[in-house]
């Protein structure tokens, strides 16, 4: 009887589980992507990669209407592959949204690199997705601005920090790819 009702809770237990991780899609353009109506053309184009974050394109085209969407895909790792602690994220933003994220870390570059706040100071753009861009200043032994990508809350371990020093190269990855989304959603 014991062992029933271990194996009973073990497995409700999981059943519940599973039913709370399912995913939430904010994003306009993968949403658009899941309609039953119709069928699509979805291609990915690599962007480029730095400190273990991937930039993709993802292009998504209605066959029988024509209508094209378009958004940055984040992908982002920590973690060795042998390592307990790996993880893999995925966040998106949205064609109409790639701008607010060169502003921001454009802000945060000609704005707050140099400074010194006293407390734990953070400047973000946040996706329709919930994928967060932006970066923050940590407190401590070894105060410094990083930049933060936080990729996806669905996972447990969402953040990844980069070195402040390479945010120009992250400025220019985010504008290589709104100029390739601008080009494929030419009429």
């Known amino acids: 009887m014991r062992k029933l009702l ?9 059943f519940a589980f599973s039913q709370s991780d399912s995913l939430d899609i904010k994003s306009n353009t993968l949403n658009f992507g899941s309609k039953n109506d119709s069928y699509f053309l979805k291609e990915s184009v690599i962007i480029g990669k730095h400190s273990d974050v991937e930039f993709v394109n993802f292009y998504i085209t209605n066959i ?5 969407r378009a958004a940055l895909i984040i992908n982002s790792t920590t973690g060795g592959w042998t390592s ?3 993880t893999e994220r995925t966040g998106a933003i949205d064609s109409d949204e790639i701008d607010f994220c060169i502003k921001c870390l454009n802000y945060g570059k000609d704005n707050l690199i140099n400074t010194k706040p006293d407390n734990y100071t953070e400047l973000v753009f946040t996706s ?14 070894f105060s410094k601005w990083n930049l933060i990508f936080r990729t996806g809350y669905y996972s447990r371990r969402p953040v990844k920090s980069i070195n402040i020093k390479n945010i120009d ?7 290589l790819s709104k100029s390739g989304i601008d080009e494929f959603l030419k009429p």
């Open 128 to 141: 329709r997705d919930l994928a967060t861009i932006g970066m923050y200043y940590e407190i401590g032994n």
């Open 6 to 14: 271990l194996l009973l809770f073990t497995s409700l237990s999981l």
């Open 84 to 86: 307990p602690l790996h």
């Open 169 to 175: 190269k992250i400025i220019e990855l985010f504008i």
């Open 64 to 68: 029988l209407t024509g209508e094209k």
